[in-house]
């Protein structure tokens, strides 16, 4: 299964990978090599990230390693970013010399531990909905959000950035961000086949 999802900052690839040995013979020695010396939920997240970023790219024969914060390494003249979820994985690429981009994919579901305390604002705890479901919904989405702006800052900021280090005031599938990291950050996000896909894009003014 492979999709395309068009997003504000970029098109976003939303693959599952049903035969992971033919998957990894087709991906470049180098990422082969990588996968051999995972665990098998690691690998099989290795190969489903690689294979869905090279279908992105239109090109499987340059590897793509990991800096040394876990980051994917693409080609030159390219940026992107990579995320799983059970079988399923994402990604997005841009055209590097416009920023960041940073992309995640959870399931659109409440959590099973209540971690609205540890990821929102006080003004963002005080923004959700009243109902546990609708609460636990909105406390994923905005999980995503958060995630796939972290992906986003990191390269400028390469250090841990706490979950209320950011915060976010939705409206619709876009979302206004608040920090104080000094960059500029773009984030959006939209529901897709039972998961909450959110992107962002970080510039250094």
Do not use: N
């Amino acid at each position: 299964m492979i999709e395309h999802v068009a997003m504000p900052h970029g098109s976003v690839v939303l693959l599952e990978v049903e035969d992971l040995d033919a998957a990894l013979a087709a991906l470049p020695d180098a990422e082969r090599a990588h996968a051999a010396t995972l665990g098998e939920l690691r690998r099989r997240e290795h190969v489903t990230g690689r294979t869905a970023l090279h279908v992105a790219l239109d090109d499987f024969t340059t590897p793509i390693l990991a800096d040394d914060r876990g980051a994917p390494v693409l080609p030159a003249g390219w940026v992107g970013s990579v995320s799983h979820k059970g079988p399923r994985a994402a990604a997005i690429i841009s055209p590097a010399g416009a920023g960041w981009v940073g992309l995640d994919l959870e399931r659109a579901a409440p959590p099973k531990v209540d971690i609205a305390r540890r990821i929102l604002t006080p003004r963002e705890q005080a923004a959700l909905p009243g109902s546990d479901d609708d609460r636990g919904l909105a406390v994923t989405l905005r999980f995503a959000i958060k995630e796939a702006i972290y992906k986003a800052v990191d390269p400028y900021l390469r250090r841990y950035v706490g979950f209320t280090e950011v915060e976010l005031e939705l409206a619709g599938e876009h979302c206004v961000v608040t920090s104080a990291l000094g960059l500029v950050i773009e984030a959006s996000w939209r529901a897709h086949g039972g998961h909450w896909l959110a992107t962002a894009r970080a510039i250094r003014p």
